[in-house]
Each structure stands twice: as structure tokens, then as C-alpha cells.
């Protein structure tokens, strides 16, 4: 079921819970652009992926595919943000200075231009092969600033903090989260959508990833903190919201 809109009264987000296949980035592109295409029938306006997710999150596979927003390999998915009129953000291993890795996640606009953005706060878990990247500034989408984050970034409230100092007005982050770290790690995403009167968004895996199995329940609140909609388990899902003034619009689709 497509979600009701006219044309500028409405941001329409969606979250792409995604199962991918460990380091088969035509493969992952392929899923990429599947859930882009669907979403683009419901009108989204914003398409958020998992962390990591053109290859999994596949720590041992990461300097292997380093990718960066120009691959030709990436065209397509560019391609249909364009065609679409749609800002999708995916995730993959990139290239810093000096050599060093990054998270990345690359928010292509459907002008054509591509940014990249890099998690800040990496876990101890991650490194090697990945350090700390410097972020990015909030980016916009539909007239409404994006700040956007990277799983263990919205751990940390100073990311919060410092993004919505910086203008942003929605929070969208890409994450793998596991069933035992579920709870807390969304109870502060919707806290601060809470504090700082902002939507927030969360993008999580379907099924297995990094050897082991993802919560899944991508996720939507309003901007007093309120669950708009979740997935309800691990399975591929396109979760998406609407909001009109101040009210909400859901669904979930099976792309």
C-alpha cells in the first residue's frame, strides 16, 4: 500500500532493512536497488541503508572493497536517486588521508551530486581495520536538514548534540544492532528525538550479518520521541513514514 501525498506537503522516510551478502557488493547494489525502486513508488523522499551495507558488515572482507561515491559500480543506485527524485544512503569501507579506513556511508542526491560521510566514533571491536572519520556536516533533503549517523556515533549524545547544533532537523542513522543491545541503543535514538524535537530514523539488517543475527526492527519516531512505526522482526522489510504537519502516515512494504 503507497502512501497518500501531494507534491511538497509532505517528508516521506523509509528505512531499508536489508539482508546482505558478506562482501558481493553487485550482488548488494542489486538488493540496493530493489528497495530504492520500490520505496520510489511510494514517493520516499529519503532511503536510509544499514551500516556497511553495499557489503555487509564484514570487518575481515572491508579492505577488500573500499569503494568511494564515483565507482561506476555505484552508478545505477546514483541513477535511480536521480530518476526518482530521492536521497538514498548507503554503506561501505572508504578511503581516508594517510591511508587509513573509514566507515562511510554515501548520501547520493537526486541532483546528482554524492556526498560521503564517515562514523566518528568507531568501536574498539572495529579497529583494525577501520579508525574514526570526521563526520560530516548535516545535508539536505526535501528542504529539511539530515544530519546523519553511523551505529555507535548515536551512542554517544554529544553526536546528537553536536548534529543538531550544527542544523540538522532529522536524524537518520545506519546501524547493525544486535537483539541484546536493541533496547538501549534505541531507547537513546528515540531520546533524542525526544530532547531536541526532532524525527529520527533507523535503518538495521535483516537476518545475518558479521556472523551473527541482527535485531532488525528498523524503526521511525516522531519528533516528541513516539514510535511512528517499527518493523516487527528480522525480516526484510521497507519501513516508511509520512509526516504532514504533525501527523503521521505508515507502512510497511516487502520489496
Known amino acids: 500500500m503507497a502512501i497518500s501525498t501531494r507534491d511538497g506537503e509532505c517528508l516521506i522516510i523509509a528505512a531499508a532493512q536489508i539482508a546482505a551478502v558478506p562482501g558481493d557488493v553487485q550482488s548488494n547494489i542489486s538488493t540496493h536497488l530493489r528497495f530504492a525502486r520500490c520505496a520510489a513508488m511510494h514517493g520516499v523522499q529519503l532511503l536510509v541503508f544499514p551500516e556497511l551495507s553495499l557489503t555487509g558488515y564484514e570487518l575481515g572482507l572491508a579492505p577488500g572493497h573500499v569503494l568511494s561515491a564515483d565507482d561506476p559500480e555505484l552508478r545505477q543506485l546514483r541513477a535511480v536517486a536521480t530518476e526518482s527524485g530521492m536521497a538514498i544512503v548507503a554503506g561501505a569501507p572508504v578511503a581516508g588521508d594517510g591511508g587509513c579506513l573509514h566507515i562511510g556511508a554515501f548520501l547520493f542526491q537526486p541532483d ?54 550544527a542544523g540538522a532537523r532529522l536524524y537518520a542513522v545506519g546501524v547493525f544492532i544486535e537483539e541484546e543491545a536493541y533496547a538501549r541503543k534505541t531507547s537513546l535514538i528515540a531520546g533524542y528525538s525526544r530532547q531536541y524535537r526532532i524525527p529520527a530514523l533507523m535503518a538495521n539488517y535483516a537476518g545475518v550479518t558479521g556472523g551473527a543475527p541482527s535485531a532488525g526492527k528498523s524503526a521511525i519516531w516522531a519528533d516528541d ?31
Open 112 to 165: 546528482g551530486t554524492a556526498v560521503t560521510h564517515t562514523k566518528v566514533h568507531v568501536h574498539s571491536s572495529e579497529m583494525p581495520p577501520f579508525t574514526a572519520g570526521p563526520g560530516g556536516p548535516p545535508q539536505p533533503v526535501a528542504g529539511t536538514p539530515v544530519g546523519l549517523a553511523i551505529c555507535a556515533d548515536a551512542s554517544h549524545p554529544e553526536h546528537a548534540a553536536a548534529t543538531v547544533a
Open 225 to 255: 520521541g513516539s514510535l511512528v512505526i517499527a518493523a516487527p522482526g528480522a525480516e526484510p522489510a521497507l519501513v516508511i513514514a509520512a509526516r504532514r504537519d504533525d501527523r503521521w502516515a505508515r507502512a510497511i512494504s516487502s520489496p
